[in-house]
Structures are given as C-alpha cells and as structure tokens.
C-alpha cells in the first residue's frame, strides 16, 4: 500500500517595477533575492522581463553580464530562482523566457512565452510574435518537484492580445507532472474601467484555470515604476482550490512568502 507524503517548498515573489535600465533591475531584483534569503525560502519568482525590461531593443551583452550577476547573488544565498527575462539565445534568437535555476546557480531549463502577444483588430501592428521565438512546453525538476513555467499571456489568453486559439497552458503543463506552475507576469498598470476589467478576467482566469488542472499557482506582476498605479494582475500564491494563500496588495512594490505543501 502507497503512503502519500507532503513535500514542502518555501516560495517567494517579487512584486517590483520593471524598466528598460537593465542597473535599476538588477538593484530591484537583488532587494528581492535579500528579501527570500531572509525569509527562508527555497526559490524565487520574478516579473516578466524583470531583468532586461520588457521589450525587444535589449542590449544583449548587458543582459548577459547583469544575469550573471543575479545567478552569482542567488547562489550565494542558497536559494533557487525563476527568473523573468528577455535574452539572446546562442542561435541569435530573442526569447521571452522563465529561466529556472537551482540553489547552486545551475541553470535547469528555461519556459520560452508560448501565447506571444499580438492586437487581435490591428492585424498589421507589429507585436511579440515579430521579435520573438517560442520553444516547446515542458517541465522541471525543482528542489523534488515537478514545476512548470508560464508568462504572463501564456496563463489566461487575453482575447484582444491574442490572435492563437487559446491551448490551456496551466491544463497542458498539469497533464504533464507539473505541481507548482510559476506564471512570470508583466500586465501593465492603470485605473479606470478598462483596468479593472483586465485585472478581473486576470484573476479570474488563474484562479479558474488552478482548480481545473489542480495545481498550485505562483505569480509575480511587475509593479508601476512610481510605485502608485495597480497592476492589471494579481502577485501571490494559488492553491489547488483557487483560493489566494498569499496575496500582495495591487499597488506598489511588494514581496511575499509562503510555503507551500505539496502530496507527493
């Protein structure tokens, strides 16, 4: 007879704003990694293009330099991290990625964005699918977990920004072993109607999509730069259940903790 046992993985998130001043993000980035190490916690999660900004025009040798910089921080704090960024490959591609490493530095896989984003009624406008690549999904080996990785779109398809059929991600990456999902988010900011319907359909999809796949969510958004203006997504942690067991205030810049029990 099989006894099942919890497996429990200490988890935090980072909630910080996001430019294209590849030194700010580093010095954002290190307060967040300060923050996990101080609080315990086995891996950190940060915002869609946390690293390099969120777009395109990168410098691709200061993006490499500066994520050496924060894989060396993460390994003398001994924790793990899943790292938002924009980086050219060695095949002179650009991606979107998730990039996991271990505690000691070591990079175990990267999640390239799948669902990149595109104006549905202005077929003409150049979007994400213009100057990025996207890889197969697959999963990876964490601290004895399966865990899967998204961005952002990946995790809800916004109909607007979407011109693909929407292929269930969070579903997909279940089916595939994964028991924690951690969704690296860059939604933008605002106030008004148009924003809280956004945030809305935002939280409304990961809680929904969770409880359907029966897996854990972990998010970190990018906060407004002046710390002032809500996300249009939600920072925190999911359960299976769709219910927030973390969850960080929409506005402003702010990091959580929470370890997470998982049936192993």
């Known amino acids: 007879m099989l006894v099942k046992t919890n497996k429990s993985i200490r988890v935090a998130g980072a909630q910080i704003s996001v430019s294209r001043n590849v030194n700010a993000n580093v010095a954002s980035i290190l307060r967040a990694i300060e923050f996990a190490e101080r609080n315990g916690a086995d891996v950190l999660l940060t915002p869609e293009g946390s690293l390099s ?26 924790i793990a991290l899943a790292l938002g960024t924009c980086l050219e490959e060695s095949d002179g591609y650009r991606y979107n990625q998730l990039r996991f490493y ?48 998204l961005i952002c779109n990946d995790a809800w398809a916004t109909p607007d920004y979407t011109p693909q059929d929407d292929p269930h991600l969070i579903q997909r990456l279940a089916e595939l072993g994964a028991q924690l999902i951690f969704v690296a988010i860059n939604a933008g900011v605002g106030e008004g109607n148009s924003s809280d319907l956004y945030r809305a359909y935002h939280e409304a999809n990961l809680r929904l999509r969770a409880i359907a796949a029966r897996v854990w ?31 960080t205030p929409p506005a402003g810049e702010h990091m959580f903790c929470h370890t997470i029990e998982v049936a192993t």
């Open 217 to 247: 969510l972990i998010t970190a958004d990018a906060a407004d730069i002046n710390r002032e203006l809500p996300s249009h997504g939600p920072s925190g942690v999911i359960d299976p259940l769709g219910r927030w067991r973390n969850r």
């Open 53 to 78: 900004g969120y777009y395109h025009e990168f410098d691709a040798v200061e993006v490499s330099d500066a994520l050496d910089l924060v894989v060396l921080a993460t390994r003398n704090a001994g």
């Open 102 to 149: 271990n505690n000691a530095g070591v990079l175990i896989g990267s999640h390239s964005k799948i669902l990149l984003c595109k104006k549905v009624n202005e077929p003409n406008a150049q979007g994400e699918a213009d100057f990025y690549r996207s890889a197969p999904l697959r999963t990876f080996e964490l601290n004895g977990l399966i865990v899967g990785g």
